[in-house]
């Protein structure tokens, strides 16, 4: 059995000047404003059209991130709209072959110490699933008939693909304190995450 932590892998290449730029030519031809466009002025368009609440023409860029979380985190995230998904498919992986190790891989959860009864609770729990899993694999039952038994804890690998403005409102939603604290544990790294890589265009989504 393996027990590991939330992670995510940026897929799309955030190059800053190249998304910027694409933003205020898509956005200037609102205005027809397009011979204004210099070297240095994407970062004050940007900050103008964000601050003003104009957010459709930030959907003219995307980005595509892997997030590796529990199954019960990406049923939260798949709410989300417009956004294109692609997940890993507990009908046809085979935790039993050796790509795998042969074991499951839970998401070890947020809220309980790893040295308190509840956290030993639900170890023994996913050790009990786990061997379950593989002993129906053992005797013939196929991957879409075994995975009846598993748990929202399973660790999911979903590639999910946003343009900025949606990314926006899934960060109002979902990296907050009201949001589930295992949703916030993926969040806010993401979050933090396209700051620094793009500013101006996450920077005012919310002071966390």
Known sequence: ??????????ETPLNKEYAYKLIEKAGRTAYKSENLITEDSSEVFIKKIVSLGHESVLEH??????????????????????????QESTRYCNYSKGKFGGELTFIKPYF??????????????????????????ELGATPQEARAILPNSLKTEIVTTMN?????????????????????EIAIPILNHFKKELPYLFDLVLDI
């Open 1 to 10: 059995m393996n027990i590991v932590s939330p992670y995510f892998e940026v």
């Open 61 to 86: 860029f995307y980005i595509t991130v892997r997030i590796i979380c529990d199954r019960g985190v990406s049923h939260e995230l798949v709410r989300h709209r417009i956004a294109s998904y692609t």
């Open 112 to 137: 309980w110490s790893s040295d308190s009864e509840k956290y030993e609770i639900w170890l023994k729990t996913m050790e009990y699933i786990e061997s379950s899993y593989l002993k129906l694999i």
């Open 164 to 184: 900025i403005r949606s990314w926006r409102n899934f960060f109002k939603l979902r990296a907050v304190k009201t949001a589930h604290p295992q949703m916030r």
